[in-house]
């Protein structure tokens, strides 16, 4: 296939909008797949069922999409193969490449990667539910990334559908012209033929020429045991063959190419890779550090500009990981290393941006700190590991990266027990900074009150709404666009729970990183016995510290079991005690099932931990069994 017949293109759209649909429409039409139920979908759900069986059962649809999404990823091979469909037109064979994204805002660096591939996206939008926030996060990264974009109106077959007011939405809210608008419905197949046909016609070829120098974007990799790094590229410019000599923009390493070829859906060799062509390149490149997605290869010898790349991402959420039983701490480290790397078919591709740190606590013993690149990230992740675990392993609070500036120097830190005492004068610290995020929040007018509040408990700013239509006269009521910053450590909890639950699920949530603000913040201690209790230490902002103090002083009271003697338990700022409770002393009769917290939680533990001894921590001179971490740590 030359490349002035190739079209390279994605998907974009908001969860459920009909992406999966609509690419199951799209390779039925052109004879790629025979029936629904052969089709992608149905293999890669298949490939969930593992995931499922595995206890993600009925998660937030978006958690489904994204697993599917690590799925196809796995099958990137077939992503780039299966996904290929052949389509004629204007009398030529045109080779469409379906490149698949993942919805979601934390794996933003993710879909910028993927569209680095395309020249073109499908903007596709749900007619009856109109624009929701990831519709508008993703334009805009398809936008910047310089995408020829086709609006899609989908599901015109429901009764609920409004494609006119729809279209007036696309049009207010992006500058889109609605004479460019298609109106299709995946379920029934309406129009979707004019989708393949706008593909080919309004979507430019890549721009690639043979002649000029070679320019390859490694867009991914893998590692080959016995190979070393496979990279996944595509070709910008020039020809690359077995032999060749080439160079990292990046590192500025040498290599030699062993092997090119493309996937289809395993590795098949070919003689060369051109302009436009998807393939995997070995080389001698031995380790996995060598390789930086987003890198170009060119030439040795002959320096072309580097495409642009990526900055890579960075873990905007971390949280500690400890076992239950500190012997199992290598199998734990060696599982979490497992599910990070980038294994093939492991389901775990995006994982591979999970850092990794060891971390000791005198509470919990070694273990270590993870870092995220947002909530649901961290979510789908944790729910690996205690599915591995079986409630075995102990999750701290999660934290976000902190900025702490000094009179000389800016420490980031990701762990509160690192957070220095900003009461105590001789610390120096001039300034304490936290991440934000601008936020938005599309709801039904009526919503809109209540959006408000939440925002406010969750200290909000700058907040602005405007908008998106003004509805229909009979029952959609308008809808509103809802702007604002947030701390990013107000959404790493329950923000999005309250968010659904509190619009009935209508409102959809979105955010994109919006720097580092100064904030008054401090480092909240939890002593037992008049001892910290290092795992349990919190940041707060100081004008919530009361509410969270108390909280926390009243569930570490009903978790931890009553001892020989009386426990005062209390949470303090600097040298300040700010809640209180205290643990009554056992009564001598009573020798056994002291145990606290939920009496099922507890029978699963004991179940659990049959064979293991229970291990029992001594803070200051109090006992803890281990496992009472977990209740304090896992209940909200
Ligand atoms: P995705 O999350 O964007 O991949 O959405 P899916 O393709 O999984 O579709 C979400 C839901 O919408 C599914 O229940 C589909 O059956 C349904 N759906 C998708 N396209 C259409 C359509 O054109 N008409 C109707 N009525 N339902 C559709
Ligand atoms: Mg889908």
């Not at 020809?239 to 290599?255: E, M, N, W």
């Not at 990701?414 to 001039?430: A, H, I, L």
Request: glycine fraction near 6%; charged fraction near 25%; include cysteine.
């Amino acid at each position: 296939f030359p490349c002035e017949v190739i079209r390279n293109f994605s998907i974009i759209a908001h969860i459920d909008h009909g992406k999966s649909t609509l690419a199951d429409r799209l390779l039925e039409l052109t004879g790629t797949i025979e029936t629904k139920s052969t089709g992608l979908n149905q293999q890669v759900l298949d490939k969930l069922k593992v995931e499922r069986e595995r206890g993600i059962t009925g998660g937030p649809s978006i958690v489904m999409d994204l697993l599917r999404f690590a799925a196809q990823s796995v099958f990137q091979n077939d992503l780039l193969t299966k996904l290929s469909m052949i389509h004629m037109a204007h009398g030529k064979q045109h080779l469409l490449n379906l490149i698949d994204t993942p919805g979601h805002v934390d794996f933003a660096w993710e879909v910028s990667r993927s569209l680095a591939a395309c020249q073109g996206a499908l903007l596709l939008v749900d007619a009856s539910q109109g624009v929701q926030a990831q519709s508008i996060s993703v334009f805009h990264i398809a936008k910047e990334r310089g995408l020829k974009i086709i609006p899609v109106l989908t599901k015109i077959d429901l009764p609920a559908s409004q494609p006119e007011r729809m279209a007036a939405q696309l049009q207010s809210t992006f500058g889109i012209d609605p004479s460019e608008i298609l109106h299709i419905s995946a379920k029934t197949g309406q129009g979707v033929e004019a989708v393949l046909r706008a593909i080919v016609d309004r979507i430019p070829p890549p721009s690639g020429n043979i002649n000029s120098p070679l320019k390859a974007f490694m867009f991914d990799s893998l590692y080959d045991r016995y190979r070393g790094v496979i990279s996944l590229v595509s070709i910008q410019d020039g020809i690359i063959q077995k032999g060749d000599k080439i160079a990292s923009c990046h590192t500025r390493k040498k290599y030699e190419i062993t092997e090119v070829g493309v996937m289809h859906p395993e590795e098949v060799p070919t003689s060369s890779l051109q302009p436009g062509q998807v393939g995997y390149i070995a080389c001698n490149m031995k380790e996995s550090s060598e390789a930086h997605i987003g890198d170009t290869f060119h030439r040795v010898g002959a320096l072309v500009d580097p495409m642009p790349g990526f900055q890579p991402s960075k873990a905007m959420v971390y949280a500690g990981v400890f076992p239950v039983d500190s012997n199992d701490f290598i199998k734990l480290e060696e599982s979490i290393k497992r599910a990070r790397f980038h294994i093939r078919f492991s389901l775990t591709l995006t994982d591979r941006s999970v850092t990794i740190q060891r971390e000791s606590s005198t509470a919990l013993g070694q273990g270590c700190r993870l870092g995220f690149l947002g909530t649901l990230h961290m979510d789908v992740f944790r729910q690996r590991l205690e599915d591995e675990y079986d409630a075995n392993i102990i999750i701290t609070a999660p934290t976000v990266p902190y900025k702490i500036i000094y009179k000389d120097k800016t420490v980031m830190i990701s762990n509160p027990t690192e957070f220095p005492d900003t009461s105590d004068t001789s610390c120096r610290v001039k300034q304490v900074q936290e991440p934000v995020v601008n936020a938005s929040i599309i709801v039904p007018e009526e919503y809109m009150g209540e959006m408000m509040n939440l925002c406010f408990a969750h200290r909000a700013e700058n907040l602005d709404h405007r908008y998106l239509d003004s509805g229909s006269t009979s029952e959609a009521s308008a809808r509103a666009i809802l702007t604002c910053t947030l701390p990013l450590s107000e959404i790493v909890t329950d923000f999005f729970d309250q968010l659904k639950s509190r619009s009935s699920g209508y409102a959809s949530f979105d955010y994109e990183d919006g720097g580092y603000k100064a904030s008054d913040l401090a480092k909240m201690v939890f002593l037992l016995n008049g001892k910290p209790v290092d795992a349990l230490a919190l940041i707060v902002h100081r004008s919530a510290q009361h509410e969270v103090g108390k909280k926390w002083v009243k569930k570490l009271h009903k978790v931890i079991p009553r001892q020989l003697f009386e426990v005062p338990i209390q949470a303090a700022v600097g040298k300040k005690i700010i809640a209180r409770e205290t643990l009554s002393a056992m009564r001598a009769d009573v020798t056994a099932g002291l145990y606290g917290g939920h009496y099922e939680r507890k029978m699963k533990h004991l179940e659990n931990q049959k064979e293991s001894k229970r291990k029992m921590k001594r803070i200051g001179s109090v006992d803890l069994p281990q496992d009472a971490f977990f209740d304090i740590l896992s209940t909200k």
